[in-house]
Nanobody, 128 residues
Framework: QVELVESGGGLVQAGGSLRLSCAAS????????MGWFRQAPGKEREFVATITRSGIITYYVHSVKGRFTISRDNAKNTVYLQMNNLKPEDTAVYYC?????????????????????WGQGTQVTVSS
């Protein structure tokens, strides 16, 4: 089992940047693919980005490509989401999640049901 704690959310103006962090407990962090999802008010939770166990493969939803970067530090049991050029439509609660899926293709790792463990979320608000 792994426990996840997100941090780094806040209020930022459009065009600004934030870096989210997700710290994982336990000694098996490197065995999990890690993902970021978000949920805006009145909307379903959606996939944002994911990174495989080794960090070699990353995927992004189209709307954040070129603006967001996911990375991980397995020595620190932490996954990051660097968010640049933020837009008001990025406003949401951001969640990190851990998956032990045996698949590494996009459709698998973008599927929230492949993730067994979730953090409590951190609020990101982008003002126009």
């Amino acid at each position: 089992q792994v426990e996840l704690v997100e941090s780094g959310g806040g209020l930022v103006q459009a065009g600004g940047s934030l870096r989210l962090s997700c710290a994982a407990s336990g000694h098996t962090f490197s065995s999990y693919h890690m993902g970021w999802f978000r949920q805006a008010p009145g909307k379903e939770r959606e996939f944002v980005a994911t990174i495989t166990r080794s960090g070699i493969i990353t995927y992004y939803v189209h709307s954040v490509k070129g603006r967001f970067t996911i990375s991980r530090d397995n020595a620190k049991n932490t996954v990051y989401l660097q968010m640049n050029n933020l837009k008001p439509e990025d406003t949401a609660v951001y969640y990190c999640a851990a998956s032990k899926s045996g698949q590494t293709y996009y459709d698998a790792l973008a599927d929230q049901y492949q993730y067994a463990y979730w953090g409590q979320g951190t609020q990101v608000t982008v003002s126009s």
